[in-house]
């Protein structure tokens, strides 16, 4: 499968005053998304805090988005060295009806081989019933997945597409030229490259900053078919905001940011983070 072009916000996670993850918080953030003209979401992402939630809290996670989605797409973030874990994940997304599943590289065994990492994944894509997209964040991993790697696994019939969050613009090119012809979904993460990602052909992007600037985002992939100039003085507007939010802790800002937009109710992330008290960047507010 392949998405529309568009913007997939990479959700945070409300919670509750228990620290449960809030449905009807779930409901109202995207709604918010919806309104603003986002064509899906991620949940249980970076964003999300993925890693802090359980394999079950993401089920249902995924779950509540799905039921709420009103023609968003929904894409379930799996974050672990676990196959069996990231292939019992895989098959929730399908039981419950969501679209894709987003999978980080198995990250603890950094000293892991390229070649162990694409049997890795390619076990995963013989056995998910639902399309996975390949993420890359070698910040938070340890591995990057090279532009070779992103050609093997695109091969595969049930991989959708990658994610890049690295932040390298030569990976706008290479990864383009590797999903040549293949009909797959390229999102860059780094908002700050969307102009010249949607330049090399990219679907959109799959973005934290899309937490607070949703509708500024997809007025920019909206309008890139018809009115490129147009699309691309929007996204040189919002660079420098683009910029600065990018330097906050996140995501303890972004959620700082939704309550403040009043989408949201607590800001409160779980432990070991702590919520952000501190002033919010200016020049994001500014244009929300």
């Known amino acids: 499968m392949?998405?529309?072009?568009?913007?997939?916000?990479?959700?945070?996670?409300?919670?509750?005053?228990?620290?449960?993850?809030?449905?009807?918080?779930?409901?109202?953030?995207l709604a918010y998304f919806r309104a603003n003209g986002c064509k899906g979401v991620v949940?249980?992402?970076?964003?999300?805090?993925?890693?802090?939630?359980s394999a079950v809290e993401k089920r249902d996670l995924a779950k509540t988005a799905v039921s709420v989605a009103e023609g968003l797409d929904v894409i379930l973030g799996i974050a672990t060295s676990s196959s069996d874990e990231a292939l019992w994940l895989c098959k929730q997304c399908a039981a419950v009806g969501a679209n894709a599943a987003l999978v980080m590289p198995p990250a603890y065994f950094r000293e892991a081989s390229e070649e162990g990492v694409a049997l890795w994944y390619e076990e995963l894509l013989d056995k998910s019933p639902t399309p996975i997209l390949a993420y890359n964040l070698p910040q938070r991993?340890?591995?990057?997945?090279?532009?070779?790697?992103?050609?093997?696994?695109g091969k595969h019939e049930r991989l959708a597409g990658v994610k890049d969050s690295s932040g390298n613009p030569d990976n706008l090119l290479a990864y383009a030229q590797a999903m040549n012809g293949m009909g797959k979904s390229l999102f860059v993460g780094d908002e700050t490259l969307l102009a010249e990602a949607l330049d090399n052909g990219w679907t959109g992007t799959i973005s934290g900053a899309a937490n607070a600037l949703p509708n500024w985002l997809?007025?920019?992939?909206?309008?890139?078919?018809?009115?490129?100039?147009?699309?691309?003085i929007k996204h040189e507007l919002i660079l420098p905001a683009l910029t600065e939010l990018r330097k906050w802790p996140q995501p303890m800002?972004?959620?700082?940011?939704?309550?403040?937009?009043?989408?949201?109710?607590?800001k409160a992330p779980r432990l070991p983070l702590l919520a952000y008290e501190g002033e919010l960047p200016p020049e994001t507010l500014a244009l929300m």
């Open 218 to 232: 997809s007025q920019i992939v909206a309008e890139w078919q018809n009115d490129p100039e147009g699309a691309r």
């Open 43 to 53: 949940v249980a992402g970076t964003n999300g805090e993925g890693p802090s939630l």
């Open 141 to 153: 991993t340890g591995i990057t997945l090279s532009a070779e790697l992103v050609h093997r696994l």
């Open 253 to 266: 800002t972004n959620k700082a940011l939704v309550v403040h937009a009043g989408v949201m109710d607590s």
């Open 2 to 29: 392949s998405f529309a072009p568009g913007v997939y916000p990479a959700s945070v996670t409300p919670f509750d005053a228990k620290g449960a993850v809030d449905g009807p918080g779930v409901a109202r953030l």
